[in-house]
């Protein structure tokens, strides 16, 4: 995995985060010092995407990026069939994503789609998982990508959903980011590096309130959801149909 070294020289200008090759080249070690709880997060949905896979329909991983997901699913599922659309705008992540699902054994399981998430066709799905990659939708286009997931699931089908989120309360807000900081920093960042890198991400990615996604969700259609996985602001929710 080659290390994430992207913000650590001092930088004129921030030019806004592209998920460019550079980036898809150290996306894997940016992840996982950069989300906390990464890799529970995936493991868990693995479980998850298992138990409410329903025989016949899709799997969808929206935004996929290096298809982590995708290889904690192909250890969960063994030899056992099942079907994934995993959808990403960004070539160069595909490109990863597609020699890292050969290793996994995915074989012709998954389906690699390079579109973007708000146009790409979505049916006959029993799980629907959208990664920390909402947050850089428009929030205008973000409630009809919802309503089309809802739209796209069977009965019983499940949404999966993790974000980057912000509280309204400026206070605890800045707990969160100060917790998180200091979460990069324990994994290597530089604060240099750090606040670059929030620089550049500030006019790409947006998050929003737990209680806005709610709202979503629930507006969707999702009569049933839960927050099943929380870090100052990161969160994971389950919907159900
Ligand atoms: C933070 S990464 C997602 C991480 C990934 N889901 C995971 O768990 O490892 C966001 C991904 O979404 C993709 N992306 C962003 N906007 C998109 C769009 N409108 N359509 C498709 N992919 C998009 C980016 O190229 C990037 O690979």
Redesign the pocket.
Known sequence: MKRDTLYDEPRRTAAPFE?NRSV?AV?DDM?QRSVPL?AE??NREAQLIATHYQRGTRIY??????G??GVYLCRNMGAQPFEMIA????AP?LEICAGKLADAGAGGRVTLVH????L?ALENASVI?????L???PLTSRDRLLARIFDALVPGGILLL?EKTIHADDDFNRLRQDCHHRFKQENGYSALAVAQKREALETVLIPESEDAHGQRISAAGFGCFDIWLKWFNFSAWIGRK
């Open positions: 998920f898809a996306f992840i990464y997060i995936l991983d929206l935004g996929c990026s290096t982590n997901l959808v990403d705008s960004a992540m579109d973007d998430i708000g790409v998982v959208l990664n920390f990659t947050q850089f939708l993790a």
